[in-house]
């Protein structure tokens, strides 16, 4: 069975795939869908701290297109539609960005 995009050549992941990946969900070696990984955790800290998408990717060596994505990554994630709401959010739950239950 293919994705919506028929002909890119892309299947969708066989059903063992999420099992493998809700197992190592479950032990804590990788992030659920719910929370921010280490990347998008450091992305929205320094975003929330003013910091343009170039500046961010510049001090973390990476593209700004990388920035950009992370960036929505997290606004998704977090259920946030700005810079000012992502600050706010990462105030009120102290840096970690908890996802909204």
Known sequence: MRHAGAGSGQ???????????????????????????????????????????????????VSVKTVEANLSRCYRKLGVRSRVQLARRLERDGGRGDAPA
């Open 11 to 61: 299947r969708s992941p066989s059903p063992s795939c999420w099992r493998r990946r809700n197992e190592l969900e479950r032990l804590g070696l990788r992030p659920s869908a719910g929370t921010l990984t280490e990347t998008e955790s450091r992305i929205a800290r320094l975003a929330a701290s003013a910091a343009s998408n170039r500046e961010i990717a510049s001090q973390l060596l």
